[in-house]
């Protein structure tokens, strides 16, 4: 049966979806982007909010017990909403610098979209990142052949995730409903709670994201114990979440959409 029969649209999320196996370059950036302000955040503090608008990201982690204490002990005071706009802005080169580099799309990646589009489905896609932090993105995406139709990044709406509006914008602009037709695969917590929200066929995607948060060679060189339990707990998080399907990476996803009930 051709996919086409059940849904018109899915929306890919960027980092840790279609590029950047582990979703690392969000990590890299914000880590650095504190360290110049004195601040060591912690891996598992820089993934916690992952999914988020970059804004609404670095806003979450001022609001951070651990953040506060120690941007208070390196900067003699208590971060401000004038801190967080410093940083963001900050962040802006740090983040294309970092993406530029990791913008490698996921094993089949490519594949999955090309065979979905043969059956008649559009391709949106969106992001925590601003337009400028995408621009390296795209381009270095664009010659590895996935451009998709349509394109939402932080900032084109008014509320980022967990919101369901980027998802709403990108359907009306392509003029897809009713919101059932969609699906929308994301490795974020945050980007999953996004389409449900909104109403879509929501898929996670455990092993390639932000819940394991390795390279695709760092995945592979664990134990077959170790890799599993990192899988499984993100798999766990993501169902949490309100994932409606929860499978490894987008490689897998023409597949089990095919082998929906």
């Not at 849904?7 to 650095?32: N, R």
């Amino acid at each position: 049966m051709s996919l086409s029969k059940r849904f018109d649209l899915v929306i890919f999320d960027w980092a840790g979806t279609m590029v950047d196996h582990g979703c690392c370059a969000p990590v890299l950036a914000l880590v650095e982007a504190f360290a110049n302000h004195g601040v060591s955040l912690t891996d598992a503090q820089a993934r916690k909010d992952m999914g988020k608008a970059k804004a609404d990201h670095v806003s979450a982690l001022l609001a951070d017990a651990a953040v506060r204490e120690a941007w208070a002990k390196a900067q003699g005071r208590l971060p401000t909403a004038a801190d967080a706009a410093q940083l963001v802005m900050e962040l802006g080169p740090l983040m294309r610098d970092q993406a530029a580099v990791v913008a490698t799309l996921i094993e089949g990646a490519r594949e999955a979209v090309d065979t979905l589009r043969s059956e008649g489905l559009k391709i949106a896609s969106s992001t925590g990142y601003t337009r400028e932090m995408m621009e390296p993105v795209l381009a270095r995406a664009a010659q590895q052949g996935y451009v998709p139709d349509h394109l939402l990044c932080s900032g084109d709406t008014v509320q980022g995730r967990p919101s369901p509006l980027m998802i709403y914008r990108a359907c009306a602009d392509l003029g897809v409903w009713p919101l059932s037709r969609v699906v929308k695969v994301d490795d974020a917590e945050a980007g999953v709670a996004e389409g449900r929200a909104a109403g879509c066929f929501t898929v996670g995607l455990a092993a390639s994201g932000n819940g394991v948060g390795l390279s695709a060679a760092a995945l592979a060189a664990l134990s077959e114990t170790q890799r599993q339990a990192r899988i499984e707990a993100s798999s766990r998080a993501l169902y949490a979440a309100g994932a409606n399907l929860v499978i490894n990476s987008v490689a897998d996803l023409v597949f089990a959409l095919r082998n929906l009930d």
